[in-house]
């Protein structure tokens, strides 16, 4: 039987009440061998995250100000799973141990690395999984980054030694012995790297969705979750803006090729959302647009020159707009002009330079800006062999009165993405779903 690796979130592993969804869905599968845990999140929307109150902690004991209140309330939610699941581990030891310690010699990193180790002491038992303390196998060189190879010996060598195991997420190990966080949400990086440690054959990331969304749910009411998407698709709408899972936290399963799956602890009868390298298509009714996400605020440079050397100019204009550290997200190429796209906040008050240095440097007839625009990419493996695909985009948007100010394809031609005033983005991203998904 293969293995999965289930990493739950901070809001899947809230209160005790998650703790029994946690258990239900890790003894519904057998597979389900290795979990990896982030600290107790919000089980409302106005709760606190117990890594932001020990950030807090942490503050108040720089400046001097009593942090009792807080470390009491941070107290009080781990007491509060152990007495309602009934637990044995010695909660009170370990917390008297760590405020004896403090203000002394405990490091921030090490600090806000408890609510992990808290959480996960609980589920462990909770879970009958064996804990491995993730200082004990999950390694960062001097470099500050991840040691693979030696984090991906020490977890295999646990799984070999246990049935099951259950490793907090976020932090790891300095070669000097000290603990050290991961960036926020680092427990998605965890979870990634046990799945490649022991091959798994899918690494499940459960929280509170039932997958990624098609687009962002503040614009569009109930958007549909994506069934399959690929690695490349992500990138395409991470960078366009949608919040998905960070890059860093998918190195490790995509290069060892293992799926990933994003499940809701909430809801698991839902299948969420298939991260994969590539897609056997089997679905032929599945839809072609895999997913759309937008960005507001860029500006867009357009300069006019007839008869010009087009790759001379073009490079001086990149270079332009690179010594200003302003980068380029799209161009677009036309005989006589082309523009150039950059986010307006890139540019800054660096754009009266940039265009004085335009006019110097590339003589041209003439310079355009336009400001307050928006840039919104419809992403989809399937739009290279789907012709009519860009008409059907285009007729919508028009047919709603939304302006097209500027058009760009990738070369890869996995996405479509137009700009429109910042005024028309909400309109352009509601069109282009019900477009395509009616
Ligand atoms: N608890 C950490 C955070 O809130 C890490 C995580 O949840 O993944 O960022």
Redesign the pocket.
């Given at each position: 039987m293969g293995i999965k690796v289930a990493k739950f979130?901070?809001s899947s592993v809230a209160g005790a009440e998650q703790f029994k969804k946690v258990k239900a869905i890790i003894e519904s599968d057998p597979s389900r061998r290795v979990v990896v845990s982030?600290?107790a999140?919000k089980r409302f929307s106005d709760d606190h995250?117990?890594?932001?109150l020990l950030y807090l902690c942490h503050a108040h004991l720089t400046y001097g100000v009593s942090c009792e209140d807080i470390l009491h309330t941070i107290e009080q939610r781990f007491r509060e799973i152990r007495d309602t699941l009934g637990l044995q581990y010695d909660l009170d030891a370990d917390l008297s141990r760590l405020r004896s310690r403090l203000s002394k010699d405990m490091s921030v990193d090490e600090l806000v690395s408890r609510?992990?180790y808290f959480t996960s002491r609980l589920l462990a038992e909770y879970l009958g999984f064996t804990f491995v303390d993730a200082a004990d196998c999950v390694f960062f060189g001097l470099d500050g980054q991840i040691d693979k190879e030696k984090t991906y010996a020490a977890i295999s060598r646990a799984l070999s030694e246990h049935e099951s195991i259950l490793i907090p997420?976020?932090y790891g190990k300095l070669p000097t012995g000290r603990i050290k966080?991961?960036s926020?949400?680092?427990?998605?990086i965890t979870g990634a790297l046990a799945a490649a440690a022991v091959g798994a054959d899918v690494y499940e990331n459960w929280t509170d969705v039932s997958g990624i969304l098609m687009a962002d749910p503040r614009i569009v009411d109930n958007p549909s979750p994506i069934p399959n998407i690929t690695y490349a698709e992500l990138r395409e709408l991470a960078f366009m803006g949608a919040t998905v899972l960070h890059e860093e936290s998918i190195q490790p399963v995509k290069e060892k090729g293992i799926p990933l799956n994003i499940r809701n602890t909430n809801r698991p009868q839902d299948a969420g959302t298939m991260i994969l390298e590539n897609i056997q298509e089997t679905d032929r009714h599945e839809r072609f647009i895999t997913g759309i996400a937008g960005r507001k605020n860029f500006t867009i440079l357009t300069l006019v020159k007839r008869n010009m050397n087009q790759s001379a100019t073009l490079r001086n204009a990149l270079e332009i707009l690179d010594r200003y550290h302003a980068p380029v997200e799209h161009i677009t190429l036309g005989l006589d002009s082309f523009s150039l796209v950059a986010a307006s906040a890139a540019l800054g008050d660096a754009l009266y330079d940039v265009i004085a240095d335009l006019k110097k440097t590339c003589r041209p007839d003439d310079v355009q800006i336009q400001d307050g625009i928006a840039m919104v990419a419809s992403v989809g493996r399937k739009m290279p062999s789907q012709p009519g695909v860009s008409g059907r985009l285009f007729a919508a948007l028009g047919a709603a009165g939304v302006n097209i100010r500027t058009i760009a394809q990738g070369a890869d031609e996995l996405s479509i993405t137009v700009g429109v005033s910042n005024e028309q983005f909400e309109t352009a991203i509601r069109v282009l779903y019900h477009g395509f998904t009616g």
């Open positions: 979130g901070g982030s600290a999140g995250k117990l890594t932001d609510g992990e997420g976020f966080v991961m926020r949400g680092g427990s998605d």
